[in-house]
């Protein structure tokens, strides 16, 4: 009795730490999987986590998000850990290579660590959704997949991120964040022809200077006082990326979504992190656009009839409560289709920090014309030290 008791006792004190150690992974493997926000993609709208089915619209057709859920016939549940880093670090997967659209461009800078807490997270604690993937509506031959090895052979950089001596811990954290599980660039990075990013880090001189994203634009997030996030600190940045709104700069369109789903969910010292990296961000070149023309009064008079009651005379807004109109990147971006989409459509802040408070802006796609949305936008465009080009009906009416 004496004998199988002490059997028990050492087996207890055998297992303990190995089970608080693969507790440990896990967590480690959720936080990453947060930090990566593959859910975004990988959820359909009304669809179970992780499951996929979500359409990735693409020039020459959809492609649909595949399931991740660790069920052995749909998902990825007979994935060995080798599989998955193919997978997730080189888009090779074990029925062969993967779309773009998934980011391995970027996820190939994570580290081993870190994709084996990922691994063991998909594995051990999503729950396995029986949910056959669906076929691209890419039609024949586009839809053959053997000429994505080529892609990949030429835009691919693979390797884990290498820290830079000569920046601080904190610098090099964020910049991994940013560059790796972030993905970052896969929205604030202009794509060339091939669908590639054209740059994958700061070294890059269009990595990060913002880009056009489903009608939205992207915002730019080097050092730009006006186009970019230059007028925020590094803190305000990661308030931003906490609740939506920083330095009396709010969110819009996608980005909200990011922040619902990843970017709150993040520690401070992560946020600040990613606040202090993009801080390091020079001026980007051609950012604003220069304004040539005068504003109508009647921009004016529409600005003190719909938007000083909240946004003030001035355009300063009011702190913690509405951001300000002076030096905002979305009012200013060259590529003004966010600041239009805002405007037609009104915004939600995300439900984030104390009691979930959430923002709303009404839309006035039912109230102004295109021509008054127009006049509007070119008035808060240049006014309040705001630089840029006057925006047209015509463009107004290509995101009604």
């Known amino acids: 009795m004496i004998k199988t008791s002490a059997f028990v ?51 020459v057709g959809d492609i649909y998000t595949t399931n991740i859920t660790p069920d052995p016939e749909t998902g990825i549940g007979n994935y060995s850990l080798k599989q998955f880093s193919a997978a997730l670090r080189q888009g090779e997967s074990p029925s062969g290579p993967l779309y773009p659209a998934m980011p391995f461009t970027s996820y190939t800078k994570m580290t081993d660590e870190d994709v084996a807490a990922l691994y063991a997270y998909f594995m051990k604690a999503v729950e396995p959704v029986r949910q056959e993937n669906q076929e691209s509506d890419i039609p024949w031959p586009l839809s053959m997949r053997w000429p994505l090895h080529i892609w990949s052979g030429m835009y691919l950089e693979e390797g884990v991120y290498t820290a830079d001596t000569t920046q601080t811990n904190q610098w090099n954290r964020g910049a991994y964040l940013v560059q790796g599980p972030g993905h970052c660039g896969s ?186 949305i127009a006049s509007l936008l070119t008035f808060m465009r240049s006014r309040w030290g705001n630089d840029a080009e006057p925006i047209s009906a015509t463009e107004v009416k290509k995101h009604r």
């Open 9 to 59: 006792i050492a087996a207890c004190l055998f297992t303990t730490p190995v089970l608080a150690a693969d507790n440990e992974l896990i967590q480690q493997g959720e936080y990453m999987a947060r930090a990566s926000d593959c859910v975004a993609c990988h959820t359909a709208p009304g669809g179970k986590p992780f499951a996929g089915g979500l359409a990735m619209p693409t020039p």
């Open 187 to 372: 929205c604030h990075t202009p794509r060339g022809m091939a669908f590639q990013e054209k740059g994958l880090s700061e070294k890059d001189e269009d990595f990060l200077t913002g880009a056009e994203l489903d009608g939205w634009w992207a915002t730019n997030l080097h050092g730009d006082p006006q186009s970019g996030i230059g007028a925020l600190s590094a803190t305000d940045i990661a308030t931003l990326l906490r609740t939506g709104m920083g330095g009396q700069v709010s969110v819009s369109g996608s980005m909200s979504e990011v922040i619902n789903h990843s970017t709150q969910h993040l520690s401070d010292e992560d946020l600040l992190a990613i606040g202090t990296y993009l801080k390091t961000l020079s001026p980007a070149k051609d950012s604003v656009a220069t304004n040539v023309n005068e504003p109508t009064l009647n921009g004016g008079e529409l600005y003190h009839e719909y938007c000083s009651t909240c946004h003030d005379d001035s355009g300063s807004g009011y702190p913690g409560v509405t951001p300000t109109l002076a030096n905002n990147a979305t009012v200013n971006a060259k590529d003004p289709g966010s600041v239009i989409r805002v405007v037609l459509e009104g915004l939600k802040s995300p439900l984030s920090g104390p009691g979930h408070t959430q923002r709303l802006m009404p839309g006035y796609d039912w109230r102004l014309n295109d021509e008054q």
